[in-house]
């Protein structure tokens, strides 16, 4: 007998966010697969069994998940965020195109989530509020050179770039560098937004200019937004600043 796979995303932390779509497709599981932390953020269900990983092994998750799955079992995987962003939903489909032809017949669904950018956009504004990109500034998966090209690709094109995975460990200096490439082609004044652990109690918002920008303002649970030249900062005396991309763009260049 096969049974079911949801890929579901969480939201970025505050439980108001995540959407009763997700609460519900992890209540419905009888095993729920997922980095540790955010399994920890979860309550388990009676008779429910939670299936801790470590964060990097996520082809491996996925086929055991699969594996699970075509068992009969009813099987939930968890990203934070939204699961097919930077995260679990692509490791299940590459899965089941390279893995045996029985894991095309279980039925599987991605359940969306609040992705990291959304949430810190929503702190500060509407910097998202026109033409925008997502970059991941890890190179696990992908070589740093092609990272580079897209920044500078994106800077240039106008887009608010998102940047994620910005700073670990074993990637100290690729926030700076990718400062340095942006430096190269926007203002100096245009807005830059460090979201740190949003939703979550230790969350930290921060707005400086890309002249200041400090990659010491990241860490691994920050998600950094550059705006574009055309995104505005609108100073309050008493107030956060709000940043904002307008709705129109364009108008006058080239
Ligand atoms: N699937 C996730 C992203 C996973 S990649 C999503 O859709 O949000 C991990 C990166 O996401 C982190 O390095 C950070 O850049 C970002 N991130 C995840 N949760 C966050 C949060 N609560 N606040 C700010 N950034 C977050």
Not at 34 to 40: A, D, Q, R, T
Not at 66 to 93: E, I, K, Q, T
Not at 162 to 167: C, I, Q, R
Request: one cysteine or more; a neutral charge; proline letters at 7%.
């Amino acid at each position: 007998m096969t049974g079911r796979l949801a890929v579901v995303g969480l939201g970025p932390g505050n439980p108001l966010q995540t959407t009763p779509e997700a609460a519900a497709a992890v209540a419905a599981a009888s095993d729920v697969f997922g980095y540790g932390p955010y399994l920890e953020r979860l309550a388990r269900h009676p008779g429910q069994t939670h299936h801790a990983s470590d964060n990097r092994e996520e082809l491996d998750r996925a086929s055991r998940a699969l594996a699970m799955a075509a068992s009969g079992r009813s099987v939930a995987v968890v990203s934070g965020g939204d699961a097919g962003v930077f995260a679990m939903a692509a490791a299940v489909c590459e899965a089941i195109e390279h893995g045996p032809a029985e894991w095309r017949a279980i039925e599987t669904t991605v359940v969306p989530g609040v992705t990291a950018m959304l949430a810190v956009a929503a702190r500060a504004g509407a910097p998202l509020g026109h033409d925008f990109c997502a970059i991941s500034l890890s190179d696990n998966l992908k070589p740093w050179s092609l990272v580079e090209a897209r920044l500078r690709a994106a800077a240039s094109a106008g887009f608010v770039i998102a940047l994620y995975n910005p700073v670990s460990r074993a990637r100290p200096w690729q926030l700076g560098r990718s400062f340095e490439i942006v430096r190269a082609v926007l203002p100096e004044a245009t807005p830059v937004i460090f979201g740190r652990a949003v939703g979550r109690p230790d969350e930290r918002i921060a707005v400086t200019a890309l002249r200041d920008a400090d990659t010491a303002d990241a860490d691994m649970a920050t998600c950094v937004i550059v705006g574009s030249a055309e995104t505005r900062l609108v100073s309050r005396p008493a107030l956060s600043p709000l940043v904002y991309s307008p709705r129109s763009s364009g108008r006058g260049a080239a």
